[in-house]
């Protein structure tokens, strides 16, 4: 999705905005641009990557400025689409971020009063408004013009010879990082970690006049205090620390991930969030989420099933935005690592409308779900860069067994066992790590075909379709992920030697069963790659090759069947020489419906 950075002090703005930009590569996007204020205000931008525009530049003068990832809504990606825009007089420029829904009659309106307009996006109307209500005072200007504006329009107005820079909140996140005489803004923490850790983060409805000395944030035209937090991330968790990409990396860092996340969890003296089951307390429960995090909702219903004991529905956010029966009787769980994706937000949102207590589980502090939800259980992963969500799911599904087992019903002895196996899991998943040559030599081999299925059952059957969603997003080979149980009703008529299959077999009461499948699918001469949780002879003589994961309890066997398979994704993608971090046509953070 869109960035967006600001930068106001006695630096040269240049430098710093496309750093910033730099590090917002990976929320996705398709072109770029920056604009100095100098004498007069200079944009440049183009459908290039932020590396090729700078390449392209000297080094401007300006001590101010804005700059923008954009990731293409209105209007094809190119030059004249890519932000900043500006007014008429080329005075006023703005980034934005966001969706306006009446652009097409605010367009007409400017039109037809000569203002005239170049791109097809829907942004260029902001500065064209904000010049028809400027009369000697930018801030009021930039007021009346958002008003005007029905939709998402968290943006940054630059106007020359002007000491401040407005920025403007709806929707989308924005934060504000606080320097020694300097300010920055940004869409997202990343960008800031090289200046600042300081930050505001501005609420919706606020407009924050940012000059190099003084951070005046407004809601309805008069001032309010928004409090400043200490980002915890370093600069380092949001580089690749010698690895070749950052997904490497991330999946390399999930045994720390783990081990965070639980001590977090630890040493808290109350449980994550109260599931008490029965007598005016939890009866069912309902988990929404998009994506990988919706993934994750769907381990959490085998595992909360299975503890608490206790009906679960999952559904996906955007699905659930629109469905006839929203609520719930009791509780209801959204899961997103970003904490900013628009379907989530809109599903918490209704929800509290209609009167069910929200818990959210985010990994960023600060992220809008985590102001609006009743109470917020973060994971600690750290940044994730790579578009691909992969520690982050690991955490998500650390989270959901933490909060399920303080409230489980199955007996003591078992709970304790439990307990040390879950205890035991980053040694686990270091073991599937020291297995990576092995993965990527299966992955080698898988990197020819076009098409490929994943199969799974009971709580190893969302991790099946995890394991297919990576694989797509970042090798482009075309996967999708079954229920074993379901292959045959369908998607059997597509096997054969160039259709392999990658199924995961787990020591549960789904045994018997996925050996059938696998029986079947074999029949039909598919390549098979098993993932088993020991030596097992039975897979042995079956599947064509066989991929060994460390002995768990089958509960957390989705923790180190999903390492196995973003690794199987990763080594597929890089042997198909796929722009692993940052795949085309996605965006890490989804703002916009
Ligand atoms: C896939 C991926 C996406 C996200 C989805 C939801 O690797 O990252 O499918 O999981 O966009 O994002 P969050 O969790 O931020 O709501």
């Not at 930068?7 to 703005?13: E, H, M, R, W």
């Not at 203002?115 to 005072?137: C, F, N, R, W």
């Not at 309805?220 to 409090?227: A, I």
């Not at 997003?473 to 075309?478: C, G």
Request: aromatic share 6%; charged share 25%.
């Amino acid at each position: 999705m869109c960035g967006i950075v600001g930068y106001i002090g006695k630096k040269k703005a240049q430098p710093i905005l496309l750093n910033c930009l730099g590090k917002l590569e990976y929320r996705g996007y398709d072109s770029c641009g920056i604009a100095i204020s100098a004498s007069g205000i200079e944009v440049h931008k183009d459908a290039v990557r932020v590396r090729v525009l700078g390449e392209a530049l000297s080094v401007l003068d300006g001590t101010v400025g804005i700059g923008h990832t954009r990731w293409a809504t209105h209007g094809e990606p190119s030059k004249v689409n890519a932000h900043p825009h500006c007014d008429c007089t080329g005075r006023i420029a703005v980034v934005h971020n966001g969706v306006i829904n009446n652009f097409y009659k605010l367009r007409e309106q400017l039109a037809d009063e000569g203002h005239t307009l170049a791109s097809q996006t829907d942004t260029e109307v902001i500065p064209h408004l904000i010049e028809k209500y400027y009369d000697g005072d930018f801030v009021k200007a930039v007021e009346l013009a958002v008003r005007e504006i029905e939709g998402s329009y968290t943006m940054i107005a630059l106007m020359a010879d002007e000491s401040k820079i407005v920025a403007a909140r709806k929707d989308s996140p924005l934060i504000i990082g606080i320097g020694d005489r300097e300010n920055y803004i940004a869409s997202d923490v990343p960008a800031l970690l090289d200046y600042t850790s300081r930050v505001i983060y501005l609420e919706d409805g606020d407009i924050a006049v940012v000059s190099a000395d003084n951070v005046d944030v407004k809601k309805d035209g008069s001032s309010v205090d928004r409090e400043e937090h200490k980002i915890l991330w370093s600069v380092e968790d949001a580089q690749k620390a010698g690895y070749e990409h950052f997904m490497l990396k991330e999946i390399h860092e999930q045994p720390k991930v783990i081990r965070d996340t639980l001590a977090e969890y630890i040493s808290a003296a109350e449980p994550a969030a109260d599931l008490t089951v029965g007598d005016g307390g939890l009866e069912d429960m309902l988990i929404l989420a998009c994506g990988t995090s919706y993934h994750a909702s769907l381990v959490g219903k085998y595992i909360i099933e299975g503890l608490v004991k206790i009906p679960v529905r999952v559904e996906l956010a955007s699905e659930f935005n629109y469905s006839g029966q929203a609520s719930t009787r009791s509780r209801a769980i959204v899961i997103t690592q970003s904490g900013e994706t628009y379907d989530a937000l809109m599903s918490v949102k209704r929800l509290k409308e209609e009167g069910c207590q929200v818990i959210v589980i985010t990994n960023v502090v600060g992220s809008t779900v985590s102001r609006i939800a009743d109470q917020t259980v973060y994971t600690r992963a750290g940044p994730e860069i790579s578009v691909a969500a992969t520690k982050t799911f690991v955490a998500q599904l650390i989270a959901l067994y933490w909060l399920a087992l303080p409230y489980s019903r199955v007996d003591i002895r078992r709970l304790d066992d439990l307990v040390m196996e879950l205890r035991q899991l980053p040694v686990k998943v270091q073991q599937v790590l020291d297995n990576e040559a092995i993965i990527a030599d299966y992955a080698r081999q898988l990197a020819k075909f076009e098409n490929m299925f994943y199969m799974g059952k009971g709580i190893n059957y969302p991790v099946a379709l995890e394991g297919a969603l990576k694989l797509k997003e970042i090798s482009y080979i075309h996967a999708e992920g079954y229920a074993a149980g379901e292959l045959k009703h369908g998607p059997f008529a597509l096997l054969g030697s160039k259709t392999p299959v990658v199924a995961v077999v787990t020591q549960d009461n789904t045994y018997e069963s996925v050996i059938t499948t696998i029986k079947q699918v074999k029949a039909r001469q598919s390549p098979l790659l098993a993932l088993v949780g020991e030596e097992d002879e039975t897979i042995i003589q079956l599947a064509d090759s066989v991929i060994t994961v460390p002995q768990i309890d089958p509960l957390f066997s989705p923790v180190v069947n999903s390492v196995v398979l973003q690794l199987l994704a990763y080594y597929v993608a890089k042997r198909r020489g796929c722009p692993i971090d940052f795949p085309r046509h996605l965006a890490k953070t989804v703002t916009v419906e």
